[in-house]
Structures are given as structure tokens and as C-alpha cells.
């Protein structure tokens, strides 16, 4: 099942945006769920995961205390609220799912196109 992420956009430095990931005729049944970021000529980075069921939460620490990831059971989303949000927080934002409780890209799958967030400073 392929995830898709919507909700970037172009912002000024200090705004907010908020992107969301769904799986279209489809329920979520991974343990986890994760958001990662890759900027231009950078690796595909962490940022944020929250279980499924427990709603327990991970951060990076790069957007601890600015970001928040939840997620709605009743409409089989999961979101990233990205407040305080920085230049170097332009990227292209992806989110996938895992079995595990982990930070590296390689334990998630079910990515989908992303989602472009531009933080014009």
C-alpha cells in the first residue's frame, strides 16, 4: 500500500504547515508510523514516528519542540504539524510505515511521492 503525503507548500521562516498521510481505500495496520525529510543532495532523514495504537511519539532532535506528528483513527491519517518552521527545514517530505520501532529509512516501506516544503528565510 503506498502512503500518500499532502499538505506542502511554500512558507516564510516562523510559519506553519501541515502535512498529512493517508492510504486511500485502505487501513492502517503497521506498527509505526513515520515521517522522513530529504533536501536536495542530502540522505533521507528521520523526523518523526508515532505507534499506531498507542500514539506514543519520536522526535528528531532537529524539530523537537516544533513539530508534532498525531494521527486520526477515524480517518486513517496521520499528521505533521511543523510550527517555528526554519529555511533548512526545506525538503521533501515522505511518510511510510514500519514493523519496528526505528529511525533509519530502510525499516520503513509503503513510501509514497512526498510532499515539497519550501521555507523561504
Known amino acids: 500500500v503506498q502512503l500518500q503525503a499532502s499538505g506542502g507548500g511554500l512558507v516564510q521562516a516562523g510559519g506553519s504547515l501541515r502535512l498529512s498521510c493517508a492510504a486511500p481505500?485502505?487501513?492502517?495496520?503497521?506498527?509505526?508510523m513515520g515521517w522522513f525529510r530529504q533536501a536536495p543532495g542530502k540522505e533521507r532523514e528521520f523526523v518523526a514516528r508515532?505507534?499506531?495504537?498507542?500514539?506514543?511519539?519520536y522526535y528528531a532532535d532537529s524539530v523537537k519542540g516544533r513539530f508534532t506528528i498525531s494521527r486520526d483513527y477515524a480517518k486513517n491519517t496521520v499528521y505533521l504539524q511543523m510550527n517555528s518552521l526554519k529555511p533548512e527545514d526545506t525538503a521533501v517530505y515522505y511518510c511510510?510505515?514500519?514493523?519496528?520501532?526505528?529511525?533509519?529509512?530502510?525499516?520503513?516501506?509503503?513510501w509514497g511521492q512526498g510532499t515539497l516544503v519550501t521555507v523561504s528565510s
Open positions: 511510510a510505515a514500519s514493523a519496528l520501532l526505528a529511525t533509519r529509512p530502510d525499516a520503513y516501506d509503503s
Open positions: 508515532i505507534v499506531w495504537r498507542s500514539g506514543f511519539r
Open positions: 481505500g485502505r487501513t492502517f495496520s503497521s506498527y509505526a
